[in-house]
């Protein structure tokens, strides 16, 4: 197993758009905190399943690069758009002065039928590339422990490299608990021919029930000993929160001294959970 090549390391925070106004005050609040503790290098927010928050995503991305003057990266999915609609989006990120851009399949509510132009990931990372060249430095995703609907990991990094070479310029991994898991992708990758920085995506760990149900929808495995003792602490969520501060820092720590080329945090909204493992953590 091998390290990744030095990198500048960078570090970058992740929202998803609120529903309410309440919570989109909340949200400029803790991006303000984020901005004054971390000095991330963007901020991304999410984009719902088909499309659901487009207007949300748009919402909260001009308005969080407006309150911190920080760059934001909008997450755009593919299914269940048209060529059309992608590109009004897109033109309206390119005139608010976004040049970051999260580029993602997507996945189409349950109970509709997709009318897309796109089936696959890269197919939109070529459309942006065609049509906006260097306009957007574009992210795509990456499985470390495989995509949970590739049929082999072989088959998954084939779709990593078309995405790629497509033009992505860089990646961000779902999230993991097990290092290795990390720099064997990475070693894979590079005996691909694949050359960009991919960043670790790191979840913080606060709320086991919570953390269990999402990555076993999500594909992201939680290591045996890991779910015993969580489960172990039961309803003490003091001590489930205090020992996944520990265990996640621990972990940021050893990606980073290896030579992961920076640290993207799955903030959830909260500051908390994510200040704690950077306050652990930080140069």
Same mark, same amino acid.
């Given at each position: 197993?091998?390290? !990744?090549?030095?990198? $500048?390391? =960078?570090? &970058?925070?992740?929202?998803?758009?609120?529903?309410?106004? !309440?919570?989109?005050?909340?949200? *400029?609040?803790?991006?303000?905190?984020?901005?004054?503790?971390?000095?991330?290098?963007?901020?991304?927010?999410?984009?719902?399943?088909?499309? &659901?928050?487009?207007?949300?995503?748009?919402?909260?991305? %001009?308005?969080?690069?407006?309150?911190?003057?920080?760059?934001?990266?909008?997450? +755009?999915?593919?299914?269940?758009?048209?060529?059309? !609609?992608?590109?009004?989006?897109?033109?309206?990120?390119?005139?608010?002065?976004?040049?970051?851009?999260?580029?993602? #399949?997507?996945?189409?509510?349950?109970?509709?039928?997709?009318? &897309?132009?796109?089936? =696959?990931?890269? $197919? +939109?990372?070529?459309?942006?590339?065609?049509?906006?060249?260097?306009?957007? =430095?574009?992210?795509?995703?990456?499985?470390?422990?495989?995509?949970?609907?590739?049929?082999?990991?072989?088959?998954?990094?084939?779709?990593?490299?078309?995405?790629?070479?497509?033009?992505?310029?860089?990646?961000? %991994? !779902?999230?993991?608990?097990?290092?290795?898991?990390? *720099?064997?992708?990475?070693? &894979?990758?590079?005996?691909?021919?694949?050359?960009?920085?991919?960043?670790?995506?790191?979840?913080?760990? %606060?709320?086991?029930?919570?953390?269990? #149900?999402?990555?076993?929808?999500?594909?992201?495995?939680?290591?045996?000993? +890991?779910? #015993?003792?969580?489960?172990?602490?039961?309803?003490?969520?003091?001590?489930?929160?205090?020992?996944?501060?520990?265990?996640?820092?621990?972990?940021?720590?050893? +990606?980073?001294?290896?030579?992961?080329?920076?640290? =993207? *945090?799955?903030?959830?909204?909260?500051? $908390?959970?994510?200040? #704690?493992?950077?306050?652990?953590?930080?140069?």
């Amino acid at each position: 197993m091998q390290t !990744q090549k030095k990198l $500048e390391q =960078h570090f &970058s925070c992740e929202f998803f758009p609120p529903k309410t106004e !309440q919570g989109m005050d909340k949200l *400029f609040a803790t991006a303000e905190t984020l901005k004054n503790e971390i000095n991330p290098e963007f901020f991304s927010v999410t984009f719902g399943a088909g499309g &659901s928050t487009r207007e949300t995503t748009y919402n909260a991305v %001009t308005k969080i690069k407006q309150n911190t003057g920080c760059d934001v990266a909008p997450h +755009l999915s593919c299914i269940g758009s048209s060529k059309q !609609q992608l590109t009004e989006i897109l033109d309206s990120y390119k005139a608010q002065g976004i040049n970051r851009i999260v580029t993602l #399949r997507g996945d189409m509510p349950s109970g509709t039928v997709s009318q &897309s132009d796109f089936n =696959h990931a890269n $197919e +939109l990372v070529s459309f942006i590339r065609e049509n906006y060249n260097a306009q957007f =430095h574009l992210e795509v995703a990456a499985y470390p422990e495989v995509h949970p609907q590739a049929e082999t990991a072989t088959e998954d990094l084939l779709n990593f490299k078309k995405k790629v070479e497509a033009g992505a310029d860089s990646a961000i %991994t !779902q999230y993991f608990y097990n290092v290795d898991s990390y *720099f064997y992708f990475i070693d &894979s990758c590079e005996k691909a021919g694949l050359d960009l920085p991919i960043v670790p995506g790191i979840m913080p760990i %606060t709320n086991y029930s919570n953390l269990a #149900r999402f990555s076993d929808m999500c594909g992201a495995d939680i290591p045996q000993w +890991l779910r #015993r003792k969580l489960t172990a602490y039961g309803d003490d969520t003091d001590s489930i929160k205090d020992f996944g501060a520990d265990f996640v820092s621990a972990m940021c720590q050893k +990606l980073l001294a290896m030579g992961a080329p920076g640290l =993207h *945090f799955y903030s959830m909204n909260q500051t $908390e959970a994510t200040l #704690r493992i950077w306050n652990n953590i930080k140069p």
